[in-house]
């Protein structure tokens, strides 16, 4: 075999894939952080990048933005229950054959979902036929090196939507967004996005969401509800008096109205929740202001409340108790 040099074996693979106008850059894997340097490269020895079908190589085109995707089909894992070796994707199960292992390799997944400015909206790559909003992505399809750019791009590319205006938040319970240079380690157990219960969130900046009414109902079946669906509870005003929700579960009250919280686009602040509860009851205008619509911490409340966040995650929050909603009051001129 003929010495082999990064430059050779980038030449190799740029003829075999037909990569005509791209740069072709190596990954020792799919968790490193910076390319292989250039040198002399050894596939004669017991160990070497890219031996194992497990730990692959990772090759990245460059301009990013052209880069390939497979399309594929997300389903449940087929495999049963088992003990994890020292790979955390590979495990060995009985093979048809005597005295013989098999080698299988575990999905190793990043969960997601996907937010506009109403709330959660759908996904052509939903896990659940009954919760369109939650899905996920293997993680051996991330581009390397593993950020929240990379991250954002590649659902970006799956997801078919415009990466102008949006960001990533690796959870839903976060207050800030990432800047694209986070570092994201997705080779253990437990990082972000590795549970259902908890995925990341590719926020949109733009105007939409699913019916949160049915949605609802949805998280309360489905295995990524939380063991608890929190709700936030409001009446709606108008200056002349109260008015009926079209978010109404009462039918002895029909002013009162909820939504789940999983359904307000994060970071969770007043102006979100604000947005969230117009999308839902269809006022107008839609605005990121909103200057029409007031929201009260509850019915006794002087003044309205400031823009800020709110924390659904620690103890009470205004509107947790349906008998202390908030109030929300908007101008009646202004309704659909």
């Known amino acids: 075999m003929p010495p082999q040099t990064v430059s050779s074996f980038q030449a190799r693979i740029y003829g075999v894939e037909k990569l005509?106008?791209?740069?072709?850059?190596?990954?020792?894997?799919?968790?490193?952080?910076?390319?292989?340097?250039?040198?002399?490269?050894?596939?004669?020895?017991?160990?070497?990048?890219?031996?194992?079908?497990?730990?692959?190589?990772?090759?990245?085109?460059?301009?990013?933005?052209?880069?390939?995707?497979?399309?594929?089909?997300?389903r449940p894992p087929q495999f049963r229950h088992h003990e994890r070796t020292k790979s955390p994707n590979v495990f060995f199960a009985p093979s048809t054959k005597s005295g013989e292992q098999e080698k299988r390799v575990v999905p190793h997944y990043i969960y997601y979902r996907k937010y506009v400015k109403g709330g959660p909206t759908g996904s052509t790559y939903a896990i659940y036929n009954d919760d369109q909003s939650i899905c996920r992505l293997e993680v051996k399809s991330i581009t390397p090196p593993h950020t929240a750019g990379s991250l954002r791009q590649n659902l970006h590319k799956i997801e078919s939507t415009p990466s102008t205006?949006?960001?990533?938040?690796?959870?839903?319970?976060?207050?800030e967004f990432c800047d694209n240079s986070y570092r994201l380690d997705l080779s253990g157990d437990t990082y972000p996005g590795?549970?259902?219960?908890?995925?990341?969130?590719?926020?949109?900046?733009?105007?939409?969401?699913?019916?949160?009414?049915?949605?609802d109902e949805q998280m309360m079946q489905v295995s990524g509800a939380p063991p608890k669906v929190a709700f936030v509870h409001y009446r709606l005003f108008?200056?002349?008096?109260?008015?009926?929700?079209?978010?109404?579960?009462?039918?002895?009250?029909?002013?009162?109205?909820?939504?789940?919280?999983?359904?307000?686009?994060?970071?969770?602040?007043?102006n979100s929740l604000k947005m969230c509860i117009a999308c839902q009851e269809g006022l107008t205008p839609?605005?990121?202001?909103?200057?029409?619509?007031?929201?009260?911490?509850?019915?006794?409340?002087?003044?309205?409340?400031?823009?800020?966040?709110?924390?659904?995650?620690?103890?009470?929050?205004?509107g947790c108790e349906e008998g202390e909603p908030i109030a929300l009051v908007y101008k009646k001129d202004e309704r659909a």
Not at 22 to 51: C, D, R, V, W
Request: overall charge negative; some cysteine; glycine content about 8%.
């Open 165 to 175: 205006n949006s960001r990533l938040l690796i959870s839903i319970w976060s207050q």
């Open 238 to 270: 108008s200056e002349d008096g109260e008015f009926a929700s079209k978010r109404s579960f009462d039918k002895e009250d029909p002013p009162l109205g909820r939504i789940n919280v999983l359904t307000l686009r994060p970071p969770h602040t007043v």
């Open 286 to 318: 839609v605005t990121d202001e909103m200057p029409n619509v007031q929201l009260f911490a509850n019915l006794f409340s002087r003044d309205p409340m400031a823009d800020g966040p709110i924390l659904f995650y620690e103890g009470a929050y205004p």
């Open 20 to 74: 005509d106008g791209y740069t072709p850059y190596l990954f020792e894997n799919i968790f490193s952080e910076k390319t292989i340097g250039n040198g002399a490269m050894s596939f004669s020895g017991a160990s070497h990048p890219g031996q194992k079908e497990d730990q692959p190589m990772a090759v990245v085109c460059n301009p990013f933005e052209l880069s390939t995707m497979s399309p594929r089909v997300l």
């Open 194 to 215: 590795s549970s259902e219960h908890d995925p990341v969130v590719l926020s949109l900046d733009l105007v939409g969401g699913m019916n949160s009414k049915v949605l």
